[in-house]
């Protein structure tokens, strides 16, 4: 797809990007399933808050968390996404509104937390493989199946996103059947006296919180597919909304049934107890069901969360924030190859993390890039009034500023309750995120690498290549 030029200093950064074209658009189904792997991929991973804080906090968590950080996230992206459809996503949003510098730290941030995201998956994949096959607990055999399936899942990947989208619908459905029958089986069985449970042990806020974030987070993660979708200004509003809904769904239903018909000791409540509440209520072979529907679910929680940091990086590379070949596309696919295999391979150094540690540091971070996030947002309203926004929060620059600082005030808890080897590995990435600043501008003043400079927006609602203004311009 060609690029309109326009006249800029060797030196300034461009506005946004427009992405190659792909012979096949997201649409609405499989782009809201994306969204929902995005973020959720099931009820697989929400077992710790009652660990961590008993039945009835874990229930009022997964109902009140969503009005105070999911939906607030979902509007900002559908306004954002819709108004700047670029690869660039969250890039471009923080570029547009404070300049090259902090685009970079966003686009940094955001990527490292997607791809220590992305390891957690093959991780929680094994964890619900090893109750049915235990060799797989610890060692060699543990380490060759994640391995394994990290190469496996990237390659599916690598074949294009229009066929991930079609998997993530079937996959989704697949993957949640199983809970729709033990829901409906345990229905006999719940005392609702046990949902307003507080629980028999201490609570442990760390994991509680962490557990309700990275359940209900990553809502701005789709936005760096913007410009593989289908008419985005009207797709991505009415996609956000759905998954919204459906997510929240898929989470409470199952905590209810399962908190409500099973009586065990708290601590029993870990990754993977909804598989043993199965057989408790239905038999062996629901949760041998729900086990397979875990793999199911991790693999499209990968796919997901790996397209997004691939695409994030060929969106920054055309955004001129890395070299060129950052976004190489597949002769084959015309998937971005070097995104993908750069993600998988950082993914696959990390997923030999501890569990809780991969969970609590990619909160960390992407809790670093949120508060860049929520102020790009706000920014842009007061420096761009007139920006076309085809999807707008109804709101004025008040109201947007209360709509950010209540999950503002949640993602300080995040952070107050991290654990020093979280601080430790945050830090140090973050440090390293400054670093690669200067070291890209070094590369870009030397010629060491030929970047892109010079772009134009996409005005994707009607077709027109339009270029963005700011408000003291004339339009």
């Not at 057989?279 to 969360?305: D, N, P, R, T, Y």
Request: glycine letters at 8%; hydrophobic letters at 50%; proline letters at 5%.
């Amino acid at each position: 797809m060609a690029i309109t030029e326009t006249s800029r200093s060797s030196h300034e950064l461009p506005v946004t990007t427009t992405t190659a074209s792909t012979a096949k658009k997201l649409t609405l189904v499989p782009l809201i399933f994306l969204i929902y792997f995005e973020v959720a991929g099931g009820p697989f991973g929400e077992e710790p808050a009652v660990q961590a804080a008993g039945p009835l906090l874990a229930i009022l968590g997964f109902l009140i968390f969503p009005f105070i950080w999911s939906v607030p996230e979902a509007l900002i992206t559908a306004e954002l996404s819709t108004a700047f459809p670029g690869n660039g996503g969250f890039v471009i949003w923080a570029h547009r509104a404070f300049g090259a510098f902090v685009g970079s730290m966003m686009g940094s941030l955001k990527f490292l937390s997607g791809v220590i995201n992305v390891a957690s998956f093959p991780v929680l994949c094994v964890t619900y493989l090893d109750k049915l096959f235990p060799v797989l607990e610890s060692g060699w055999p543990r380490n060759v199946c994640i391995f394994a399936s990290t190469v496996v899942l990237s390659f599916l990947n690598y074949t294009g996103l229009a066929i991930v989208g079609y998997a993530a619908v079937v996959l989704g459905l697949v993957s949640l059947s199983p809970f729709l029958v033990m829901s409906a089986m345990a229905i006999p069985k719940i005392k609702p006296h046990r949902w307003g449970s507080l629980g028999s042990k201490k609570k442990d806020w760390n994991l509680y919180f962490n557990t309700l974030f990275w359940n209900l987070n990553f809502w701005d993660n789709v936005s760096t597919l913007a410009g593989e979708v289908d008419n985005p200004q009207k797709t991505f509003p009415l996609a956000l909304l759905i998954a919204v809904i459906f997510t929240c769904v898929a989470y409470l239903i199952p905590l209810f049934a399962v908190t409500g018909a099973v009586s065990v000791d708290q601590s029993r409540w870990e990754t993977g107890f909804h598989a043993e509440a199965a057989e408790m209520i239905a038999g062996k072979w629901l949760k041998i069901w729900i086990e397979v529907g875990a793999v199911l679910s991790s693999i499209g929680l990968f796919e997901a969360q790996l397209s997004s940091s691939a695409y994030q990086l060929e969106g920054m590379a055309e955004l001129g924030f890395l070299p060129k070949f950052f976004g190489l596309r597949s002769k084959w696919f015309n998937t971005p190859w070097v995104g993908i295999l750069l993600s998988a391979l950082m993914s696959l150094g990390l997923s030999y993390m501890d569990f809780t540690d991969i969970v609590a540091s990619a909160n960390f971070i992407y809790t670093l890039g949120m508060f860049l996030e929520f102020a790009s947002f706000v920014w842009l309203r007061k420096k761009l009034p007139e920006l076309k926004r085809p999807y707008r929060v109804p709101l004025n620059i008040p109201g947007l500023v209360v709509m950010c600082l209540v999950p503002s005030a949640f993602l300080v808890l995040i952070i107050v309750f991290a654990t020093k080897i979280v601080y430790l590995v945050s830090g140090l990435m973050t440090v390293g995120a400054v670093g690669w600043y200067f070291l890209i501008n070094y590369f870009r003043e030397k010629k060491i690498f030929e970047f892109n400079e010079d772009t134009d927006l996409l005005d994707k609602g009607n077709g027109d290549r339009t270029k963005v203004e700011d408000h003291h311009d004339s339009r």
